[in-house]
């Protein structure tokens, strides 16, 4: 069963404007939501991790959002840039069940068009 | 550079088979984990230490995998009779756990090939 689900394979958009990745998780004892980005031939690198007890979080031109109630992660990234390139994976933790794994949803593949 | 990192790269290797991948952590960093990755898949957890304790292991981790992390820093996975089914890129991951939860860092990864 695929308790964390991308459910766009890819995303097209173009330099400058909006992107937004969704992701959807199904377990209800998940409260820490990360996003990683990946570069081909490379591991993922952290981006931005929100907790359970907050909706919103910003860093820069990453901000990532979580509705509780529809089980709802979104990343939004303004205005994007051609490095930001890549395909992006969301990844969920249960801090209070003291689970140190990550679980992955399957991936975005990002493309920014100059 | 101390990032996580990953011997070998690449790895070709004949079914059945034995291979062994080799995974540095970020220094100091008292956790280290072993992901999966197929294609089209976000990556798979299959194994975590704290220092060096075994403390989790996935249903992923058949008998034929096994991995060590004996003097608490780097770690080996090794595969022994290796299948076809096994070609797959595995990460290592590092955290360090402090009061507030831990950030995994990953390695570039090691991609095997098993023909």
């Known amino acids: 069963d695929q308790q964390v689900k991308q459910n766009s394979p890819s995303l097209s958009v173009q330099e400058g404007r909006i992107s937004i990745l969704n992701c959807d998780y199904t377990?209800?004892?998940?409260?820490?939501f990360l996003w990683y980005k990946k570069y081909p031939a490379e591991g993922p690198t952290f981006l931005i991790s929100i907790s359970s007890i907050k909706d919103k979080n910003e860093d820069g031109r990453f901000t990532v959002f979580l509705n509780k109630s529809a089980k709802h992660l979104s990343l939004h990234i303004v205005p994007s840039q051609p490095g930001d390139s890549a395909v992006y994976f969301c990844a969920v933790r249960s801090l209070i069940q003291g689970a140190q794994k990550l679980v992955f949803g399957q991936g975005t593949r990002l493309t920014i068009n100059p | 550079d101390t990032g996580v990192s990953q011997n070998p790269r690449h790895k070709i290797t004949k079914r059945g088979q034995n291979v062994t991948f080799r995974c540095d952590p970020i220094?100091?960093?008292?956790?280290l984990y072993w992901y999966r990755q197929t294609l089209g898949q976000g990556p798979e957890f299959l194994t975590y230490?704290?220092?060096?304790?075994?403390?989790?292991k996935s249903r992923l981790l058949s008998d034929r995998f096994s991995a060590e992390r004996p003097k608490g820093s780097f770690s080996t996975l090794e595969i022994q009779r290796t299948e076809q089914g096994d070609s797959a890129m595995y990460l290592c991951?590092?955290?360090?756990?402090?009061?507030?939860?831990?950030?995994?860092?990953f390695g570039p990864g090691t991609r095997l090939t098993v023909l």
């Open positions: 991951a590092s955290s360090l756990v402090s009061f507030s939860t831990d950030t995994q860092y």
């Open positions: 377990n209800s004892m998940f409260d820490y």
């Open positions: 230490f704290q220092n060096e304790a075994q403390l989790e």
């Open positions: 220094s100091e960093h008292n956790r």
